[in-house]
């Protein structure tokens, strides 16, 4: 754990900095017995421990993006703000996961957002109205994180992780955009495989399966 990041580093090589005190910033070391299609479900428990610990430490249910974002709906900017973002990296041979290590950055106490990201990011403490304990915060999301890894790990136990992103993915059912190297398309989002893809139906009727991109959520018009 950290307590302030000056170079943290996300999906594409993007950068951030936390002040001290502000966010909770961890990296958890895994070596799973899954196979390299379903490495994926890491994060994605990851991020639903993440949900438990807000939650049950500051009382609000955060909901999940795809791929690897945590996010509460503001009725003030008519969508998403960004809670918390995840990153995994793992070490792979042909046929087995031989490490991961999954990292978080969650925006727990501020008094604003930082300039610029006003509609697009927020702060559990901004949710609730008041300060949030962040060892408090820390200790539950390694519980749950715990709880839900050893649930994964069992035989089968992808299958579990993904029926319960399913069910805290509020991309799922939204009308999105998906920007890929080179391509652009709209479209609703309407099932998570397996493998963790993203399978979009888009306006013009062909279905994509997105294995990364970025995902952005259409506001209504």
Known sequence: MADRQTAGRGRLERTWEAPSGSALLVSVLLRPN?????????TMAAAIAASDACEEVAGFRPELKWPNDVVVWDSRVVGDRKLAGLLAEAELSVDTVDAVVVGMGLNVNW???PPGLEDIAIAASEVVGHPVDRDALLDRFLERFAEH?????????WRGTLLNYRRLCSTLGK???????????????VEITGEGHLVVKADDGEVHRVAAGDVVHLRPA
């Open 149 to 157: 890894y050893s649930a994964l790990v069992e035989p089968g136990g």
């Open 111 to 113: 008094d604003r957002p």
């Open 175 to 189: 009308r999105v955009r998906v920007d890929l190297a080179g391509e652009s398309f709209t479209g609703k989002a």
């Open 34 to 42: 899954l196979l390299p299609t379903h490495v994926h479900s890491t």
